[in-house]
């Protein structure tokens, strides 16, 4: 028996049509690589941002609750009295206020007063102090 005779072809180049699709391929794929990225990135720092403003809003949502029952509170009259009393120095008809001295401190001396705030001088007498002062 005679034994076939295999024929080898040399390999040589791809044809030009496949070098051309792979000339124009790679380009493609790496800019939809690179905009997949980008994309990718930009979709992350709005999450980010997102979650940043859905944890201000919870502070906030929680700081307006704390704020409104502050304001509930402020409108009882017991509350408006004692501001009135204790921060505003206002006393009802009626009353005597009452100055408490303890013999263990020194009486410090008054307040020193300021000086009336003058007028301001004109111009030309400026600069004559300035100049011959």
Known sequence: MDEPVVVRHPVGPPPLALRLAAILAVPLVLYALV?????????????QQADALRAEITSLRSENVNLQQQIETAR??????????????L????????????????S????????????????WR???????G
């Open 35 to 47: 905009a997949i990225g980008q994309k990718a990135v930009a979709n992350y720092q709005l999450n």
């Open 76 to 89: 009882t009259d017991t509350a408006i009295e004692t501001i009135a009393r204790e921060q505003l120095g």
């Open 91 to 106: 006393i009802k008809p009626g009353d005597h206020p009452m100055v408490v001295v303890s013999s263990q401190t020194q």
């Open 108 to 123: 410090a001396p008054p307040p020193a007063q300021a000086a009336p705030p003058s007028a301001p001088k004109p111009t």
């Open 126 to 132: 400026q600069w004559w102090d300035y100049l011959f």
